[in-house]
T-cell receptor
């Protein structure tokens, strides 16, 4: 089992550019989560999908952020246009939701720096 | 509105002693709590959990205590080891509704050899 795969691991871009972060969840998992980690706010949930459908996007900061999950094995988080305050570590996590208690498995994260 | 709070950003403990990490929450609808551990340049990994029907859950050196009346949980590590040095996040979730985890800001534990 390869675990949750995220790419790129590091991204440096200039303000105003489009940034796309990618995630491959663990095979067989049916829920996928995008988080952002900052010093001030810790781990914030941005959006999560269940069976490829967005369930809760209330954590998405603003319209510059969008996320898609076209199939069970791939998701993207896009920032357009990017701003320096978007600099953070972005994590993707997946889990198998069966109606009871379950555990989220996190990817290694993408460290984003917007200059 | 920080529903899950870890008020100590950092903690240093001598090897072999007990580490106690604390977490407070405000939402009485939370009834499932987890602790995650995070090493630098890695994603958080699940450590231990507890549901509201319990007040204690133990797994080896790690024990989580839940005080629902105080809306407080704590993670005890005994004995602490240098390899335990990491950032620890507590998280809370409701078992119904929108099903999402709310994480705290983390506590950086440093175990001194």
């Amino acid at each position: 089992d390869a675990g949750v795969i995220q790419s790129p691991r590091h991204e440096v871009t200039e303000m105003g550019q489009e940034v796309t972060l990618r995630c491959k969840p663990i095979s067989g998992h049916n829920s996928l989560f995008w988080y952002r980690q900052t010093m001030m706010r810790g781990l914030e949930l941005l959006i999560y999908f269940n069976n490829n459908v967005p369930i809760d996007d209330s954590g998405m900061p603003e319209d510059r952020f969008s996320a898609k999950m076209p199939n069970a094995s791939f998701s993207t988080l896009k920032i357009q246009p990017s701003e320096p305050r978007d600099s953070a570590v972005y994590f993707c996590a997946s889990s198998l939701r069966t109606g009871g208690l379950e555990t989220q498995y996190f990817g290694p994260g993408t460290r984003l720096l917007v200059l | 509105d920080q529903q899950v709070k870890q008020n100590s950003p950092s903690l240093s403990v001598q090897e072999g002693r007990i580490s106690i990490l604390n977490c407070d929450y405000t939402n009485s609808m939370f009834d499932y709590f987890l602790w995650y551990k995070k090493y630098p340049a890695e994603g958080p990994t699940f450590l231990i959990s507890i549901s509201s029907i319990k007040d204690k859950n133990e797994d080896g050196r790690f024990t989580v205590f839940l005080n629902k009346s105080a809306k407080h949980l704590s993670l005890h590590i005994v004995p602490s080891q240098p390899g335990d040095s990491a950032v620890y996040f507590c998280a809370a979730r409701t078992l119904s509704g929108t099903y999402k985890y709310i994480f705290g800001t983390g506590t950086r534990l440093k175990v001194l050899a």
